[in-house]
């Protein structure tokens, strides 16, 4: 995980709010539920809110991750080697990356199309997996579009 | 053959600094490709995609990272710090000692090594500097007692071990409780030694009023009362580690406000910083789901299961084979990458010998542990150095070796008495 502190303020926009949304979301429905239990009024469905809250916080966090470089990787080669190296090195991971990514992109499109009409939807309150599917597949090309453009930006390794 | 050589292609793409979660994702999904065909890869790892996306228990990690960061803005380590320094600073390398005290409570609020590590240092490392601590003395407490961030509940490495390795993240966190406490216990009980021996290296120091004392340890109250409500409410069954993740963060908002430490851009702060480590996190899992999904399709733990088994050589020396070659490995490779490379092929191994995964995952953590503190990579060492550029990465390592020799006795204790781990999860069952 990472050191708590960090000396840079972090960039806030559309990712930062939708992120925190399900961030908070997740936290507050899954407080109410605890505290409701305990005190005889229970949350009906909060794991489902909960459930359907953490694709948008992942999702948005992944991105995040992704536009700030902040992906866990070993460097103890790449550190030694000479700058032109490790940015070639750099751009060829980030490709890899974009390809990993472009193909996770195509397999959710396509198990959200076979799954589109079964009408996937939880329980108890009966929230649909379809705009879940969509934005897991949306996530995907995002990721994927992020890694392929810093494996091509000129003079700046990935 | 197939899972040796995905082991292998895995290790090229690590060493040529391709993400972790990448490498492993790629790794499984163009190793399943070739096993089983192109359909069925992408349609298993992109099942897995969604479905660690929409898992419930996964609500742990960004919770309690928010609570975490939530925790820091209010100001849980240097306040962890100041309790312990004004009950035992005044001793002989009793600054050094409140360290240790400072890096478990905060541990309990981070989860992290490296974060423990970094923030004790910039409180701790200055402190006893200026009190005249022996540099190699104070970076190398400082750089051990960050480890205690990594298996102190409510332990990141633990969570991500019980998604991997599909155990009980609440059984994980109360059978790491005596393993942190016998581990601070030994890191004190080495300076307490070092102290006696070498006296130069660590003065006392004024001793502080009762009336400070008191009103630093006022000011932890808070603070031990949310991590004690947190870990005590897993450990009975009061909530679910998830549940408990959600009640820390919102009592941590709360804590915040009431210390008068929250304003918009503190609040928004930890929001971006638990959104940026969780989404870091998220593609690692996702990547060590399907690398793991390819192993079990290689067959290559069970034929490692069945060259163990055909050894004879009992569950002791199998451990004890398992902690050299992670010792090994964990002197090339970051603790998470040898978590999520390791984990999928060593747990069938230790299951099929009879070792609770449980214990194991303690054990395992404790190993990954002893890698951020030992030559070359030991990143907590580096920390330290970056902390303080002015004494030299050999006198870090110099000061770590005396809490490195503590570190093996210890883990010689868990191999030794498997109950260190697993006898408190029994009895509160």
């Known amino acids: ?158 | 053959m197939s899972g040796a050589l995905g082991v292998v292609a895995l290790l090229a793409l690590l060493a040529l600094g391709v993400p972790i979660g990448v490498a492993m994702g790629l790794v499984g999904l163009v190793g399943m490709t070739l096993l089983l065909g192109p359909e069925p890869a992408l349609i298993k790892s992109s099942v897995v995609f969604f479905e660690t996306l929409t898992r419930f228990e996964l609500g742990v990690l960004p919770l309690f990272l928010l609570m975490a960061h939530l925790c820091f803005a209010a100001g849980a380590s240097r306040d962890f710090f100041s309790a312990a320094a004004s009950m035992v600073g005044h001793r002989r390398g009793g600054m050094a000692l409140a360290t240790i005290a400072g890096c478990a409570g905060f541990g309990a609020v981070s989860g992290s090594s490296l974060a423990t590590a970094a923030t004790m240092g910039q409180i701790g490392l200055p402190e006893m500097r200026r009190r005249g601590y022996s540099t190699a003395f104070a970076a190398g407490s400082v750089a051990a007692g960050g480890t205690l961030g990594s298996l102190t509940p409510p332990s990141g490495a633990l969570i991500v071990f019980g998604i991997i390795a599909e155990q009980s993240i609440g059984r994980l966190f109360t059978a790491a409780i005596v393993p942190v406490i016998t581990q601070a216990l030994l890191y004190m009980l080495a300076i307490v030694v070092l102290c006696r021996i070498r006296p130069g290296i660590a003065p006392p120091s004024q001793r502080v009023s009762w009336r400070e004392r008191g009103a630093a340890i006022v000011r932890v109250l808070d603070l031990a009362a949310l991590v004690a409500l947190v870990l005590v409410g897993i450990a009975v069954g009061w909530f679910t580690p998830t549940e408990a993740a959600s009640i820390g963060a919102t009592l941590a908002l709360v804590l915040c406000a009431l210390r008068k430490r929250l304003t918009w851009d503190s609040f928004c702060e930890a929001l971006a910083l638990t959104l940026k480590t969780s989404g870091m996190l998220y593609v690692v899992i996702i990547g060590a789901l399907i690398f793991a999904a390819f192993m079990s399709f290689t067959g290559l733990a069970e034929q490692i299961a069945s060259l163990v088994h055909g050894m004879n050589s009992g569950p002791v020396t199998t451990i004890v084979i398992i902690a050299l070659l992670l010792l090994l490995l964990g002197s090339v490779l970051d603790g998470l990458a040898l978590m999520l490379l390791t984990a999928p092929i060593l747990l069938p191994i230790t299951t099929a010998l009879g070792i609770s995964p449980i214990w194991f995952g303690i054990f395992f953590v404790r190993t990954m542990e002893i890698g951020f503190v030992h030559p070359p990579v030991g990143i907590n060492l580096y920390v330290m150095h970056s902390i303080a550029p002015d004494i030299p990465i050999g006198r870090v390592f110099k000061g770590v070796l005396p809490f490195l020799a503590a570190d093996f006795l210890h883990l010689a204790l868990l191999i030794a008495v498997p109950g260190m781990a697993l006898a408190l999860p029994r009895w509160l069952e």
């Not at chain 1, 303020?9 to 559309?14: E, H, V």
């Not at chain 1, 505290?35 to 359907?52: C, N, S, Y």
């Not at chain 1, 080669?77 to 490709?95: F, M, N, V």
């Not at chain 1, 992109?105 to 929230?127: D, F, M, P």
């Open chain 1, 1 to 158: 995980m990472d050191p708590v502190s960090s000396p840079q303020r972090q960039p806030r926009g559309l990712l930062f709010y939708a992120g925190s949304a399900g961030l908070l979301c997740m936290m507050l429905v899954e407080a109410a539920a605890v505290i409701g239990r305990h005190v005889g009024i229970p949350v009906m469905g909060a794991l489902e809110i909960v459930q359907a809250a953490i694709v948008p916080a992942a999702c948005a966090g992944m991105l995040i991750a992704t536009l700030r470089g902040a992906h866990a990787a070993v460097h103890m080669l790449t550190a030694r080697l000479p700058a032109t190296a490790r940015r070639w090195t750099g751009r060829a991971g980030a490709l890899l990356a974009g390809l990993f990514f472009a193909a996770l992109c195509s397999g959710a499109a396509w198990l959200g199309v076979e799954y589109w009409n079964t009408y996937e939807q939880s329980e108890v309150l009966h929230i649909s997996f379809r705009p879940l599917r969509v934005l897991v597949a949306l996530t995907a090309a995002a990721l994927a579009a992020a890694f392929i453009k810093a494996a091509f930006r000129p003079g700046k390794s990935a």
